[in-house]
């Protein structure tokens, strides 16, 4: 008998996070079903990243609750998650600068880059990490590039190179934080067709300022401002919410 598909992917639960006195994430809570595309919003320093390292496990909540499909993942290590499918990238870029692109792409897949966790692999599938590197650049048109340092790269190719990271282990849940900052319009036009072409086996959880550019990948939206929920549902209705207008729009 198989077990019975969870209704959420994602699963939180009044999630807490403090440093020192100062509370980040205040019950938090947010369910977000499989193959849904959601975007949270809200100004600098509303916890939103600091939301992302707990769901991750790059911080450990003070309270609250985690579950990746039914599964309550709240004690498991970041690289047991990845197992389970979570994958994220990250608001500051973590390649390293001097060493080539490959191979970068390479350590990623071998979940060796600082303060990255990947899916570990088992001894015999080490031979066709170098064709899954190239396969990776390939698919985010960065192949020529394969030899060059990191530091040869433009910010909006290194973006694409983390996001095809990311995307090479099929995750079940995806964490993207800011995808799009810093990157200018052309560039912004090629990592958002992307993001729109990523799989609906793939749920997408999405951080991101800039509203015009994500509110098209967007069906739901969660906006968080101190660190607490203030509005979340369907996307159309959370952007005419007046709490909307008064927290992010300025309106
Ligand atoms: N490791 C840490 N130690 C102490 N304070 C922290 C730590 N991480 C985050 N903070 C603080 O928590 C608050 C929320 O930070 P967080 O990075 O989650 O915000 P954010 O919503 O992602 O903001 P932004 O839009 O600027 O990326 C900020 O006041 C930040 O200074
Ligand atoms: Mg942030």
Do not use: C
């Amino acid at each position: 008998m198989t077990a019975p598909s969870p209704d959420f992917a994602l699963e939180i639960v009044g999630l807490n996070k403090a440093f020192g006195g100062l509370k980040v994430t205040q019950g938090v809570s947010l369910s977000i079903r499989p193959g849904e595309r959601r975007l949270i919003i809200g100004p600098n320093g509303a916890g939103k990243t600091t939301l992302f390292n707990q769901i991750s496990g790059d911080m450990r909540p003070n309270a609250g609750q985690i579950k990746l499909f039914g599964e309550d993942v709240t004690t498991l290590a970041p690289h047991q998650r990845a197992h389970r499918g979570l994958s994220r990238t990250y608001q500051i870029i973590t390649l390293f600068a001097g060493d080539t692109l490959e191979h970068n792409v390479t350590l990623g897949l071998l979940g060796l880059l600082p303060s990255r966790w990947q899916m570990w692999r088992p001894l015999s599938s080490y031979r066709h990490l170098a064709e899954e590197a190239r396969r990776t650049l390939d698919s985010v048109g960065l192949l020529h590039l394969a030899a060059h340092p990191v530091s040869d790269l433009a910010y909006g190719e290194k973006r694409r190179v983390e996001l095809a990271m990311a995307l090479s282990q099929k995750p079940r849940v995806l964490l993207l934080d800011e995808p799009l900052a810093g990157l200018s319009n052309a560039e912004r036009a090629t990592v958002k067709a992307l993001i729109a072409s990523i799989s609906k086996q793939t749920t997408v959880v999405m951080i991101e300022h800039d509203m015009d550019t994500a509110l098209d990948l967007a069906e739901t939206v969660t906006l968080l401002n101190y660190g607490k929920v203030i509005v979340d549902g369907q996307r159309d209705q959370v952007i005419v919410d007046e709490r909307t207008r008064e927290v992010y729009l300025g309106a």
